[in-house]
């Protein structure tokens, strides 16, 4: 990861060849779906809340074409064979494991809404690292959405899909996350932040141009071992739904900043306080971000940047040492702000820079993880792309 980015063109030339060279045949077509990073909003989305992310130019490319029956073949150049797999494996949910699973769940969660799903053989390739919390899986799950929908001539709109990409990781994977990663890839449009409100599912295209601005966003893989990162997310989110409950709310989206120690004051788990003060006041950085940039104030979004990580240190407690190292190494060589992006304990780092302080704010970085003793961090500076869409 040292590129702005990589050409859309490079990666769908491997899935087709992959295509080619498993099946023998040529692809219908290629669907493109990206990973994202989320600027402002964490842990906010299965709290009812905002968040604020944008498409990134790194891509996974499914190539497809129709085949015979209720049967679904995959390749992915990240495997050593590939998964086939029927209408029986795609109805139970949790049959087809691994990577495939995202495959599978889709089938599955299209099936279970009454779609007739096309048999398909799929070869994918993607440059969104796996592992690194940029939504590898979401970028799998829209872009095979994306070509099953196609090839089928199945009446499915963009503002619907999110929520059916978030059953089959749910419902199929087993994973108990929220909309933003399914929504953020689908939806995002180039130039622009996507502000989801994640209760009504409503969203806005906020300008965020950085180029204009001469501003980069550095995204800073931490390559920290995710620690625990399933377990932690789960229990991170059954204390906001007990919280909920105890303050007799439908969601904790429903405290409003004006109330919140009145609501803290009527936990008595300490624990539990602090992470109610972490999802009230990050939708509130969310909306005050949002305020910003509608202003075109980019730069002075910085701070709320910031300030979300502190919290997500402090209260939220799903940082580790080498996430926080890089976010203090970059404020320190002078980014305008910087946090931890994704579900935590682990992944990426973003930091706001001027767009030719990049390389020196990445260097910063790497002395310090040296120092640290951490082994090296990758990054890369990238500018807000589109969501899923099929590319020929
Ligand atoms: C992960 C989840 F998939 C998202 O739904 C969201 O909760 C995020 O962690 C934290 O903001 O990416």
């Known amino acids: 990861m040292t590129e702005p980015g990589t050409p859309v063109g490079a990666v769908a030339e491997r899935a087709t060849a992959g295509f080619r060279q498993r099946y023998g045949t040529e692809p219908a077509g290629r669907w493109a779906a990206p990973g994202r990073v989320n600027l402002i909003g964490e842990h906010t989305d299965y709290n009812d809340g905002f968040v604020l992310p944008f498409a990134l130019p790194l891509r996974t490319v499914v190539a497809a074409a129709p085949q015979d029956g209720e049967r679904w073949t995959v390749w992915s150049e990240l495997a050593d064979s590939p ?11 949790g049959r087809v494991t691994g990577w495939a699973a995202y495959v599978a769940g889709v089938v599955w969660a299209l099936r279970a809404a009454g ?11 993607s440059d969104v690292p796996v592992g690194s919390g940029l939504s590898s899986s979401a970028a799998i799950e829209a872009a095979t959405l994306a070509a099953l929908v196609d090839l089928g001539g199945l009446d499915l709109t963009d503002d619907r899909r999110p929520r059916l990409a978030q059953r089959a990781e749910n419902e199929y994977v087993g994973a108990p996350t929220g909309i933003m990663d399914q929504s953020a890839v689908i939806r995002c449009r180039a130039g622009h932040a996507l502000f989801l409100d994640c209760r009504t599912e409503s969203v806005e295209q906020i300008p965020f141009d950085l180029d204009a601005a001469g501003l980069a966003v550095l995204v800073i893989d931490s390559r920290a071992p995710h620690r625990h990162a399933d377990g932690e997310y789960a229990s991170r989110r059954k204390s906001c739904e007990r919280a909920a409950e105890l303050l007799g709310v439908a969601a904790l989206r429903d405290v409003s900043p004006n109330d919140l120690d009145a609501a803290l004051d009527r936990l008595d788990d300490e624990e539990m306080r602090r992470r109610v003060r972490h999802v009230v006041t990050e939708d509130q950085r969310v909306l005050d971000t949002v305020a910003l940039l509608r202003a075109g104030r980019i730069r002075d979004i910085g701070p709320l940047l910031t ?18 190292t890089a976010v203090e190494a970059a404020l320190a060589a002078g980014a ?57």
């Open 83 to 93: 998964v086939e797999f029927g209408a029986a494996e795609a109805d139970q949910r």
């Open 115 to 125: 779609h007739r799903v096309p048999g398909a053989r799929l070869a994918i390739a």
């Open 307 to 324: 300030a979300s990580h502190a919290s997500m240190r402090d209260d939220f407690e799903i940082t580790v040492p080498e996430i926080d």
């Open 336 to 392: 305008y702000g910087a946090r931890m992006t994704g579900g935590g304990f682990g992944g990426c780092v973003l930091a706001l820079v001027d767009a030719d302080a990049a390389e020196s704010v990445a260097a910063a970085v790497t002395a310090a993880y040296a120092e640290r003793g951490f082994p090296a961090p990758t990054h890369v500076t990238v500018l807000p792309t589109g969501g899923a869409h099929r590319l020929t």
